[in-house]
Each structure stands twice: as structure tokens, then as C-alpha cells.
């Protein structure tokens, strides 16, 4: 069974930094692309960044160098780097497969961003 638990959130200000982190449990992690994903009330949750199992990554426009998402497949972890923080970015964050499967999804971590 394939849990995702993702941790790191909370408060910043504008401009501040937060490093968030995916611990996967199961085999699933080491052979598949991974993603962090965004939900804002009332919008569609949305694919910010996605990591290849090799490592080659893609980042949505909104968040392109201000955010790394990294793995570590030994550790079954995976992370988003998240610099230059915007009001913006202000979301619940949840990591999953790329594309999602429905069933992993978690509880996800709160990112709020405000002075």
C-alpha cells in the first residue's frame, strides 16, 4: 500500500523560503515520475513540478526559478524548494505520481504566504 505524506509547510513572508517534503511509503516511489501539486479554495489543483525518475524536471510557469523539486530515491523522498515566495504561491501543497493517481493523495501541507 502506497502512502504520501507530505510535511515542511506553514507561515512566511513575502520573499522567504520553506522546503517541503514527500516520505513515500511502498515500492511505488523508485519507479515512478513524481509531482508536487497546489489547491487554492475554489480552483483546480494544479501541477507546479515534476521530476522524472532520472531527475529531469518541469516547473509551471507561475513558480519557474523560484522553486527546485528534487528526489531522493535511496530515501523514498521527494522536495520542493520553494525561494522568493509570493502571496501567490499561498496554497495547500500535496505531492503525488505524475500523472496523479487518485488514491495517493494526502492530506497535504498548508503554504501561506503573508506579512
Known amino acids: 500500500q502506497v502512502q504520501l505524506v507530505e510535511s515542511g509547510g506553514g507561515l512566511v513572508q513575502p520573499g522567504g523560503s520553506l522546503r517541503l517534503s514527500c516520505a513515500a511509503s511502498?515500492?511505488?516511489?523508485?519507479?515512478?515520475?513524481m509531482g508536487w501539486y497546489r489547491q487554492v479554495p475554489g480552483k483546480q489543483r494544479e501541477l507546479v513540478a515534476g521530476i522524472s525518475i532520472g531527475g529531469s524536471t518541469n516547473y509551471a510557469d507561475s513558480v519557474k526559478g523560484r522553486f527546485t523539486i528534487s528526489r531522493d530515491n535511496a530515501k523514498n523522498t521527494m522536495y520542493l524548494q520553494m525561494n522568493s515566495l509570493k502571496p501567490e504561491d499561498t496554497a495547500v501543497y500535496y505531492c503525488n505520481l505524475v500523472p496523479y493517481r487518485y488514491q495517493y493523495w494526502g492530506q497535504g501541507t498548508r503554504v501561506t504566504v503573508s506579512s
Open positions: 511502498g515500492s511505488i516511489f523508485s519507479i515512478s515520475a
